[in-house]
């Protein structure tokens, strides 16, 4: 009877405490503002809250039409509702491949960032999304090079 008892304290006692929100799912695109897609580009949400301020941080690679499907723990389960503050870094083409395709101006770069540095600081983000509890179905970022 006693070993019985202990059973039903000890179950009882698991999972009382407050649950934290998973991930929801989160998803959207980045492009310039005239339209066109940042292959490549790596989108990181940073949490605004205090208290999540080092939580993980849900990121994301945009592929070829600049869509993204943000991964906080595992592969595209989205991103802990919230604020966050939005960096975009998109790399540029390397030198010798920009010559030998001669890419037109806006894919001939080979700056580390197309964007020069604007949407990469996670302390002063331009960019800035809520993750709502039953997630985000399209998040549009628009970036200016």
């Not at 039903?8 to 989160?26: D, F, I, N, Q, Y």
């Not at 540029?92 to 580390?112: I, R, V």
């Not at 949407?119 to 970036?143: D, F, H, T």
Request: proline share 8%.
């Amino acid at each position: 009877m006693v070993r019985v008892i202990c059973i039903l304290a000890l179950s009882l006692s698991v999972g009382c405490g407050p649950t934290k929100p998973g991930p929801a799912p989160a998803k959207g695109v980045v492009k310039t503002k005239a339209g066109v897609a940042c292959e490549g580009a790596l989108v990181v949400f940073h949490p605004q809250e205090n208290e999540r301020i080092n939580a993980a941080k849900p990121v994301a690679t945009a592929d070829a039409q600049g869509n993204f499907v943000l991964t906080t723990h595992a592969q595209n389960d989205g991103a802990i509702p919230g604020d966050y503050g939005v960096t975009v870094v998109w790399p540029g083409k390397t030198a010798a491949l920009a010559s030998s395709l001669s890419l037109s101006s806006e894919g001939s770069s080979s700056s580390p960032d197309r964007l020069a540095g604007k949407y990469g600081n996670p302390q002063s983000p331009i960019l800035k999304v809520r993750i709502e509890k039953a997630g985000n179905q399209e998040i549009s970022l628009v970036v200016e090079p």
